[in-house]
């Protein structure tokens, strides 16, 4: 299990925004960044700046995923013919944790990671507790019969915050989601903007 390394509100107030439409976000409250330094006048960002920041703001959006996994995700996406950018968020959509969150059986990515990690997911039937495994179009994602009535479960479910998007197809009364097809870029419901081209193009340099 991937080492959460950074507090999922410090992770919005060092990018500034609310990357995850949180209503307890502190980005809410306060827009300056953590620390004693926060609220200094910051410089305007140079081209690696802005670029460095759309890396940090998609991977931390997906739980903070290390610079080891995500630049194996993101070699994968180059392979791929098409667009690298658009090939980066479908296999980051792909991961067993982002489907568990979309699919709004728990309130944070974060959270999906541990629901997973803890054994409570079944894919086509079978027990996956790695939240990197990446789903197929038609794979059937379930929660396990006897973690159906946990509290956290039944929380995320009546989130008003996040819908479930097209891709997925879930049904909240069997705890059953189906992960219908890749999202393209414009698919995926983030609640800011992001620019895996600019990912793109920070690989592409450094």
Do not use: C
Request: overall charge positive; charged content about 30%; cysteine-free.
């Amino acid at each position: 299990m991937t080492k959460r390394t950074s507090a999922k509100y410090k992770l919005d107030r060092r990018m500034g925004e609310n990357i995850w439409g949180r209503p307890k976000s502190p980005v809410n409250r306060r827009e300056y960044g953590p620390g004693q330094h926060g609220q200094r006048r910051k410089g305007k960002l140079s081209d690696f700046g802005i670029q460095l920041r759309a890396k940090q703001k998609l991977k931390g959006y997906y739980g903070d995923l290390t610079e080891k996994q995500f630049r194996r995700i993101y070699a994968e996406a180059e392979r791929v013919k098409g667009d690298t950018g658009e090939n980066l968020v479908g296999l980051l959509e792909r991961r067993l944790d982002a489907v568990v969150y979309r699919a709004k059986f728990v309130a944070t990515v974060f959270a999906a990671r541990q629901f997973v990690n803890h054994g409570h997911v079944r894919v086509n039937g079978k027990k996956v507790n790695i939240p990197s495994y990446r789903v197929k179009e038609g794979d059937v994602i379930e929660v396990r019969d006897r973690s159906k009535q946990l509290t956290a479960l039944l929380e995320a479910v009546g989130l008003a915050e996040r819908d479930v998007p097209d891709y997925i197809d879930a049904d909240h009364s069997k705890m059953v989601a189906t992960f219908v097809r890749t999202p393209q870029l414009g698919d995926v419901p983030y609640p800011v903007m992001m620019e895996p081209n600019l990912v793109v193009e920070f690989y592409a340099k450094n």
